[in-house]
């Protein structure tokens, strides 16, 4: 099973920006659909983007045009792009084949702060 490490939280000001990089120890060619998430302990996981192989992408009211999801299958890397961040971005974020649920292996995830 190919498994994530999640890089790139940190502490960020209202309205800034920050980007995640999950790089992956397998060939993530044969993944068709990927997916950034946050989670808040003791709550699910919540998808944030998604993107197909071919590089459709897809987010909820909440992130869209503001979060832009990329993958980049040669270099076995997911990326995720967030401006205009806010507090309630405040969350730990992971990422994995869209597939995934709670019994598949999850990352330690990256955590993202929000705060002035």
């Known amino acids: 099973q190919v498994q994530f490490v999640e890089s790139g939280g940190g502490l960020v000001q209202p309205g800034g920006s920050l980007r995640l990089s999950c790089v992956a120890s397998?060939?993530?060619?044969?993944?068709?659909?990927m997916g950034w998430y946050r989670q808040a302990p003791g709550k699910p996981r919540e998808l944030d983007a998604a993107i197909r192989l071919g590089g459709v992408a897809n987010y909820p009211t909440a992130t869209k045009g503001r979060f832009t999801i990329s993958r980049d299958n040669e270099k076995n890397t997911l990326s995720l792009q967030m401006d205009n961040l806010k507090p309630e971005d405040t969350e730990v974020y992971y990422c994995?084949?869209?597939?995934?649920?709670?019994?598949?292996?999850w990352g330690q995830g990256t955590q993202v702060t929000v705060s002035s």
């Open positions: 994995n084949d869209l597939r995934a649920d709670s019994d598949d292996t």
């Open positions: 397998g060939n993530i060619s044969s993944i068709f659909a």
